[in-house]
Protein backbone atom coordinates (compact mmCIF):
# COMPACT_ATOMS: atom_id res chain seq x y z
CA UNK A 1 0.00 0.00 0.00
CA UNK A 2 1.12 3.14 -0.63
CA UNK A 3 1.49 6.41 1.66
CA UNK A 4 0.56 9.99 0.82
CA UNK A 5 0.79 13.37 2.74
CA UNK A 6 -1.20 16.02 1.59
CA UNK A 7 -1.57 19.25 2.24
CA UNK A 8 -4.14 21.58 1.08
CA UNK A 9 -4.05 25.42 1.23
CA UNK A 10 -6.57 28.09 0.08
CA UNK A 11 -8.41 31.26 1.47
CA UNK A 12 -11.78 30.90 3.44
CA UNK A 13 -15.01 29.72 0.92
CA UNK A 14 -13.10 27.87 -1.62
CA UNK A 15 -13.61 24.75 -0.91
CA UNK A 16 -10.29 23.59 0.96
CA UNK A 17 -12.41 21.50 4.05
CA UNK A 18 -15.21 19.75 1.28
CA UNK A 19 -11.99 18.48 -0.67
CA UNK A 20 -9.86 17.31 2.26
CA UNK A 21 -13.12 15.34 3.29
CA UNK A 22 -13.48 13.77 -0.41
CA UNK A 23 -9.93 13.01 -0.90
CA UNK A 24 -10.09 11.12 2.84
CA UNK A 25 -12.95 9.55 2.59
CA UNK A 26 -11.80 8.08 -1.11
CA UNK A 27 -8.41 6.60 0.43
CA UNK A 28 -10.79 5.17 3.00
CA UNK A 29 -12.73 3.39 0.93
CA UNK A 30 -9.61 2.08 -0.36
CA UNK A 31 -8.55 0.30 2.73
CA UNK A 32 -6.22 2.82 4.09
CA UNK A 33 -6.17 4.64 7.41
CA UNK A 34 -6.72 8.07 6.90
CA UNK A 35 -6.44 11.39 9.54
CA UNK A 36 -7.61 14.76 8.19
CA UNK A 37 -6.44 17.81 10.44
CA UNK A 38 -7.85 21.47 9.41
CA UNK A 39 -6.64 24.88 10.52
CA UNK A 40 -8.99 27.06 9.77
CA UNK A 41 -7.07 30.62 10.72
CA UNK A 42 -9.57 33.69 9.76
CA UNK A 43 -11.42 31.46 6.81
CA UNK A 44 -14.33 33.70 7.51
CA UNK A 45 -12.89 36.89 6.69
CA UNK A 46 -11.32 35.32 3.70
CA UNK A 47 -7.89 34.04 5.62
CA UNK A 48 -5.79 31.31 4.99
CA UNK A 49 -7.45 27.81 5.26
CA UNK A 50 -5.02 24.47 5.78
CA UNK A 51 -5.98 21.30 6.05
CA UNK A 52 -3.50 17.98 6.27
CA UNK A 53 -4.90 14.42 5.02
CA UNK A 54 -2.76 11.82 5.70
CA UNK A 55 -3.35 8.10 4.30
CA UNK A 56 -1.03 4.92 5.11
CA UNK A 57 -1.78 1.60 6.34
CA UNK A 58 -0.97 3.45 9.57
CA UNK A 59 -1.07 6.89 10.22
CA UNK A 60 -0.50 8.40 13.74
CA UNK A 61 -0.84 11.95 13.91
CA UNK A 62 -3.21 14.06 11.42
CA UNK A 63 -0.10 16.98 11.17
CA UNK A 64 2.52 17.05 7.60
CA UNK A 65 5.16 18.69 8.86
CA UNK A 66 7.47 20.80 7.23
CA UNK A 67 9.63 19.34 4.01
CA UNK A 68 6.97 15.95 4.11
CA UNK A 69 4.07 16.76 1.93
CA UNK A 70 4.26 14.49 -0.89
CA UNK A 71 1.44 17.00 -2.51
CA UNK A 72 0.79 20.58 -2.02
CA UNK A 73 -3.06 21.32 -3.29
CA UNK A 74 -3.58 25.25 -3.69
CA UNK A 75 -6.60 26.97 -4.68
CA UNK A 76 -4.82 30.06 -4.51
CA UNK A 77 -0.94 30.82 -5.98
CA UNK A 78 0.08 32.71 -2.95
CA UNK A 79 -1.01 30.22 -0.32
CA UNK A 80 0.96 27.96 -2.80
CA UNK A 81 4.40 30.08 -2.43
CA UNK A 82 3.20 30.45 1.66
CA UNK A 83 3.00 27.09 2.24
CA UNK A 84 6.00 25.43 -0.04
CA UNK A 85 8.28 24.87 2.34
CA UNK A 86 5.79 22.07 3.37
CA UNK A 87 6.72 19.82 0.70
CA UNK A 88 9.17 17.47 -0.11
CA UNK A 89 12.10 17.89 -2.33
CA UNK A 90 10.62 15.47 -5.08
CA UNK A 91 6.30 16.65 -4.14
CA UNK A 92 4.04 18.15 -6.52
CA UNK A 93 2.26 21.27 -6.74
CA UNK A 94 -1.34 21.35 -7.72
CA UNK A 95 -2.04 25.12 -7.79
CA UNK A 96 -5.59 27.02 -9.32
CA UNK A 97 -4.28 30.02 -11.39
CA UNK A 98 -5.94 32.69 -9.17
CA UNK A 99 -5.58 35.52 -7.12
CA UNK A 100 -7.18 36.89 -4.24
CA UNK A 101 -5.58 39.75 -2.64
CA UNK A 102 -4.56 39.19 0.91
CA UNK A 103 -5.61 41.77 3.57
CA UNK A 104 -2.02 43.51 3.82
CA UNK A 105 -2.52 43.99 -0.19
CA UNK A 106 -5.54 45.15 -0.16
CA UNK A 107 -4.71 47.92 2.24
CA UNK A 108 -1.82 48.63 -0.14
CA UNK A 109 0.75 47.52 3.08
CA UNK A 110 2.34 45.01 0.71
CA UNK A 111 2.51 44.00 -3.15
CA UNK A 112 1.35 41.21 -4.23
CA UNK A 113 4.43 38.78 -5.93
CA UNK A 114 4.67 38.45 -9.56
CA UNK A 115 5.23 35.35 -11.48
CA UNK A 116 4.21 33.13 -8.33
CA UNK A 117 4.02 29.80 -10.79
CA UNK A 118 7.10 30.40 -12.86
CA UNK A 119 9.25 30.84 -9.80
CA UNK A 120 7.28 27.72 -7.92
CA UNK A 121 8.81 25.97 -11.54
CA UNK A 122 11.74 26.66 -10.81
CA UNK A 123 12.65 23.92 -7.81
CA UNK A 124 9.06 22.27 -7.85
CA UNK A 125 7.05 20.11 -10.21
CA UNK A 126 3.95 22.29 -10.79
CA UNK A 127 0.47 21.54 -12.44
CA UNK A 128 -1.57 24.85 -12.77
CA UNK A 129 -5.23 24.99 -13.33
CA UNK A 130 -7.55 27.97 -13.99
CA UNK A 131 -10.40 26.38 -11.95
CA UNK A 132 -12.34 29.35 -11.76
CA UNK A 133 -12.16 30.01 -15.45
CA UNK A 134 -13.88 26.24 -15.69
CA UNK A 135 -16.10 26.38 -13.09
CA UNK A 136 -17.58 29.59 -14.42
CA UNK A 137 -17.74 27.97 -18.14
CA UNK A 138 -19.92 25.39 -15.98
CA UNK A 139 -21.92 28.21 -14.78
CA UNK A 140 -21.01 27.45 -11.03
CA UNK A 141 -18.13 29.28 -9.46
CA UNK A 142 -18.54 27.20 -6.31
CA UNK A 143 -17.46 23.86 -7.79
CA UNK A 144 -13.80 25.26 -8.64
CA UNK A 145 -12.96 22.95 -5.74
CA UNK A 146 -14.11 20.04 -7.86
CA UNK A 147 -11.75 21.22 -10.76
CA UNK A 148 -9.02 21.13 -8.77
CA UNK A 149 -9.88 18.02 -6.83
CA UNK A 150 -10.04 16.30 -10.81
CA UNK A 151 -7.03 17.48 -11.36
CA UNK A 152 -5.37 16.76 -8.18
CA UNK A 153 -6.98 12.99 -8.37
CA UNK A 154 -4.50 11.80 -11.20
CA UNK A 155 -1.49 12.51 -8.72
CA UNK A 156 -2.73 11.18 -5.86
CA UNK A 157 -4.41 8.02 -7.24
CA UNK A 158 -7.24 5.77 -7.36
CA UNK A 159 -9.83 4.63 -9.99
CA UNK A 160 -11.53 7.84 -11.15
CA UNK A 161 -14.71 6.15 -10.52
CA UNK A 162 -13.72 5.63 -6.90
CA UNK A 163 -13.70 9.28 -6.78
CA UNK A 164 -16.52 9.81 -8.56
CA UNK A 165 -18.79 7.67 -6.36
CA UNK A 166 -17.11 9.62 -3.52
CA UNK A 167 -18.15 13.01 -4.73
CA UNK A 168 -21.92 12.26 -4.93
CA UNK A 169 -22.38 10.62 -1.46
CA UNK A 170 -20.62 13.76 -0.23
CA UNK A 171 -21.77 16.92 -1.84
CA UNK A 172 -25.28 18.16 -1.26
CA UNK A 173 -27.74 16.01 -3.58
CA UNK A 174 -28.71 18.65 -5.75
CA UNK A 175 -25.43 19.43 -6.67
CA UNK A 176 -23.94 15.95 -7.48
CA UNK A 177 -24.14 16.60 -11.34
CA UNK A 178 -22.20 20.10 -11.50
CA UNK A 179 -20.01 18.55 -9.38
CA UNK A 180 -18.83 15.37 -11.37
CA UNK A 181 -18.70 17.53 -14.34
CA UNK A 182 -16.25 20.14 -12.63
CA UNK A 183 -14.16 16.91 -11.28
CA UNK A 184 -13.97 15.58 -14.69
CA UNK A 185 -12.91 18.58 -16.29
CA UNK A 186 -10.00 18.96 -14.17
CA UNK A 187 -9.19 15.69 -14.54
CA UNK A 188 -9.23 15.66 -17.80
CA UNK A 189 -7.48 18.87 -18.08
Not at 27 to 46: C, F, N, P, T
Not at 53 to 73: C, Q, T, Y
Not at 104 to 120: H, R
Amino acid sequence: MKSLNIMIVGVGGQGTLLTSRIIGKTALKAGYDVKISEVHGMAQRGGSVVTFVRFSDKVNEPVVHEGDADILIAFERLEALRYVNYLKKDGIIIVNDCRIDPMPVVIGAEQYPEDIIEKLKQNHQVHAIDGAEIANDLGNSKVLNSVVLGLSAKHIGFEKSEWEEVIKSTVPPKTIDINVLAFNKGYNN
